[in-house]
């Protein structure tokens, strides 16, 4: 059973500094991709990033220059570096495994997810 586990969230102040992990267990493909997503309150579910085989990246605008994603294969773990944090950051953060393509932020093409890690930016 593949389980993803994600860490590191918190409360910090506006252009702060939070670095995500997400773990997974039971996960054996390293020939995919793995994406990170958010949800704020009362707003819809938005892609942040992609990372897939190779450590080829893909970001959304809003985060491009600030997000940066990072994979360790032999851990089975995802990053998510975020720097120079806003208020608008606030959210709830969750990894996804099992993608195939790089140029996409749709939530379809992932078959496994995490939990989320709540992200708290005060201005």
């Known amino acids: 059973q593949v389980q993803l586990v994600e860490s590191g969230g918190g409360s910090v102040q506006a252009g702060g500094s939070l670095r995500l992990s997400c773990a997974a267990s039971?996960?054996?493909?390293?020939?995919?991709?793995w994406g990170w997503f958010r949800q704020a309150p009362g707003k819809e579910r938005e892609g942040v990033g992609t990372?897939?085989?190779?450590?080829?990246?893909y970001y959304a605008d809003s985060v491009k220059g600030r997000f940066t994603i990072s994979r360790d294969n032999a851990k089975d773990t995802v990053y998510l570096q975020m720097n120079s944090l806003k208020p608008e950051d606030t959210a709830i953060y969750s990894c996804?495994?099992?993608?195939?393509?790089?140029?996409?932020?749709?939530?379809?093409?992932?078959?496994?997810w995490g939990q989320g890690t709540q992200v708290t930016v005060s201005s």
């Open positions: 996804a495994a099992g993608g195939v393509r790089l140029l996409s932020l749709s939530p379809r093409q992932f078959r496994y």
């Open positions: 039971g996960y054996t493909y390293s020939n995919n991709c």
């Open positions: 990372i897939c085989t190779g450590g080829d990246t």
